[in-house]
């Protein structure tokens, strides 16, 4: 029988009354794991945020983000050095943190468990320290979730932009080369977008332009985005993929489809859709 690895196993902090431990959750729009997979940049805002106690108030972060649909599973991000305080352009103070060469190997690689169930998510570190059990250390750091198949392919926009920006190989190969149908839908106003790719386009491609520029050339989206910036689309958009077809498949067939499943999702619809054709 394989006995239980732990943290204490790995890491052996000189004072573990020097860390608070950081357990990031879901804040009603992002999950910090895909934050953490897309850009170590904006994770370390994760850990600058200033509520209205004064949290981290120790020289030291442990910082975790929460798995998805793994509650108990937290994936570390990083020992974060609190440097300083400062006030943000709105007025409010934000810690400064910088991130140290502890445990630098395992950052976006080691999963730990940990159950927690309780509200708080800036804690001193000793109170679990003991409890953390180590559950996976990846062979490389993690770059978001692995192709999951073509017929259960749905993410959100945070999720696919991380995907993209670190062009994971697994997804980059499965929808490169292939054509087909998606679904692009506006979780703020229920209403859907039905495009395509064909052509020199393969899916992969096709998304991309959404990263970059947050609508895909759609009239109705780019007038969406006159109103808003690529921030509306992070917390509101999301990609489904309807069918996808062989590369040799003809680009006649592939737009069928997509008409075909405009109708069935009555995507051209002025209050429910986002086709204009």
Same mark, same amino acid.
């Given at each position: 029988?394989?006995?239980?690895?732990?943290?204490?196993?790995?890491?052996?902090?000189?004072?573990?009354?020097?860390?608070?431990?950081?357990?990031?959750?879901?804040?009603?729009?992002?999950?910090?794991?895909?934050?953490?997979?897309?850009?170590?940049?904006?994770?370390?805002?994760?850990?600058?945020?200033?509520?209205?106690?004064?949290?981290?108030?120790?020289?030291?972060?442990?910082?975790?983000?929460?798995?998805?649909?793994?509650?108990?599973?937290?994936?570390?991000?990083?020992?974060?050095?609190?440097?300083?305080?400062?006030?943000?352009?709105?007025?409010?103070?934000? &810690?400064?943190?910088?991130?140290? *060469?502890?445990? #630098?190997?395992? +950052?976006?690689? @080691?999963?730990? =468990?940990?159950?927690?169930?309780?509200?708080?998510?800036?804690?001193?570190?000793?109170?679990?320290?003991?409890?953390?059990?180590?559950?996976?250390?990846?062979?490389?750091?993690?770059?978001?979730?692995?192709?999951?198949?073509?017929?259960?392919?749905?993410?959100?926009?945070?999720?696919?932009?991380?995907?993209?920006?670190?062009?994971?190989?697994?997804?980059?190969?499965?929808?490169?080369?292939?054509?087909?149908?998606?679904?692009?839908?506006?979780?703020?106003?229920?209403?859907?977008?039905?495009?395509?790719?064909?052509?020199?386009?393969?899916?992969?491609?096709?998304?991309?332009? &959404?990263?970059?520029?947050?609508? *895909?050339?759609? #009239?109705?989206? +780019?007038?969406? @985005?006159?109103? =808003?910036?690529?921030?509306?689309?992070?917390?509101?958009?999301?990609?489904?993929?309807?069918?996808?077809?062989?590369?040799?498949?003809?680009?006649?067939?592939?737009?069928?489809?997509?008409?075909?499943?405009?109708?069935?999702?009555?995507?051209?619809?002025?209050?429910?859709?986002?086709?204009?054709?």
């Amino acid at each position: 029988m394989t006995a239980t690895l732990t943290l204490s196993d790995i890491w052996h902090p000189a004072s573990l009354t020097d860390y608070k431990v950081h357990f990031a959750r879901w804040n009603g729009e992002t999950h910090p794991l895909h934050v953490l997979a897309r850009s170590m940049d904006e994770w370390r805002q994760w850990q600058e945020w200033h509520p209205h106690r004064d949290d981290f108030n120790r020289p030291y972060i442990f910082s975790l983000a929460q798995v998805p649909e793994q509650n108990d599973i937290w994936m570390f991000g990083g020992i974060w050095a609190v440097t300083g305080k400062g006030i943000r352009a709105d007025g409010r103070p934000h &810690y400064q943190v910088q991130l140290t *060469g502890e445990l #630098s190997g395992a +950052v976006a690689r @080691l999963n730990l =468990h940990r159950i927690h169930r309780q509200r708080g998510t800036r804690l001193n570190l000793e109170n679990h320290y003991a409890h953390f059990i180590i559950t996976e250390v990846l062979a490389r750091r993690y770059s978001g979730r692995a192709f999951p198949g073509y017929h259960s392919v749905n993410l959100d926009f945070h999720e696919l932009e991380g995907l993209v920006r670190n062009d994971s190989p697994d997804w980059a190969t499965a929808l490169s080369h292939v054509k087909g149908v998606y679904l692009v839908t506006d979780t703020c106003t229920q209403r859907r977008y039905v495009g395509s790719a064909y052509g020199e386009w393969g899916i992969w491609s096709r998304w991309k332009t &959404y990263i970059q520029l947050g609508h *895909g050339g759609n #009239s109705e989206m +780019v007038e969406l @985005l006159r109103d =808003h910036d690529l921030g509306y689309c992070r917390r509101n958009f999301k990609f489904a993929l309807l069918e996808h077809m062989d590369s040799r498949t003809d680009d006649n067939l592939v737009i069928q489809r997509e008409s075909y499943w405009k109708q069935v999702l009555d995507s051209r619809n002025l209050i429910t859709g986002m086709n204009a054709n």
